[in-house]
């Protein structure tokens, strides 16, 4: 990790029980096989959202596993990516609930530039085998990271898509921030409870409420350099 606001408040991790597995246990799978996202966009989340800006947290589960798609920020994808089934569904949610035009491309990047951390719980994946790297520490990272936006003083909410994420809702102040959840955006529940919940204009009206300022969710893609 490079150092940013997180660091001050993250290094102690590095010296707990699970981080030198952890991290031998990732080198090792890049080594004999492919790993997604690229060891550079490993914490891209934490470099383009600073603690201090964090206005919204979206929480995934872990990267895309397929070629050329996870480059650290949950649910998106870089330029020229065909966009997976669950960023379609938000995109369409998105559609519904601001009236924001689809993206062409499905980097979330301006989001995250925009308060927006999108983290994912499980930071790395082998290639096209989901979950293959859950359960070696990064929840344990990740965790505290979800606690320290906890800890903020002023109001952050907190988006939970599915029953993994939702599993989080223990870690979070609830008398201090919201909580926004629903299905999954995945095509096996998105008509179970996604479609409709209007997450984006619920947490800009949270935050107003809460005297911040609100997210521009669109357009989408007006800077994702």
Same mark, same amino acid.
């Given at each position: 990790m490079t150092a940013t606001d997180w660091n001050p408040v993250l290094r102690g991790e590095f010296a707990k029980p699970y981080w030198e597995p952890l991290q031998r246990f990732v080198a090792e799978e890049r080594a004999r096989s492919e790993v997604y996202p690229d060891a550079v *966009?490993?914490? &891209? +989340?934490?470099?383009l959202t600073p603690l201090a800006e964090v206005k919204v947290l979206i929480l995934g589960q872990d990267p895309y596993h397929g070629p050329g798609q996870a480059h650290g920020l949950c649910f998106s994808v870089? *330029?020229?990516? +065909?966009? /997976? /089934? %669950?960023?379609r569904n938000i995109f369409e949610e998105l559609q519904a609930d601001l009236g924001c035009v689809p993206p062409a491309r499905g *980097?979330?990047? &301006?989001w995250a530039r925009q308060g927006v951390l999108l983290l994912n719980a499980v930071l790395t994946v082998r290639a096209r085998s +989901?979950? %293959?790297h859950a359960n070696k520490?990064? $929840?344990q990272f990740t965790d505290e990271v979800i606690r320290a936006v906890s800890a903020k003083p002023e109001r952050v909410v907190f988006i939970l898509w599915g029953a993994y994420a939702r599993r989080k809702k223990g870690l979070i102040d609830l008398g201090r921030h919201v909580v926004? $959840?629903?299905a999954h /955006? %995945? /095509?096996l529940s998105a008509r179970n409870g996604f479609f409709g919940s209007r997450p984006f204009s619920r947490a800009n009206a949270a935050l107003a409420d809460g005297g911040r300022p609100v997210v521009p969710w669109c357009p989408v893609d007006s800077d994702s350099g």
């Open positions: *966009d490993t914490f &891209a +989340a934490l470099h870089r *330029d020229g990516v +065909a966009h /997976p /089934p %669950s960023l *980097d979330l990047t &301006a +989901a979950g %293959s520490g990064w $929840e926004i $959840e629903s /955006p %995945s /095509p």
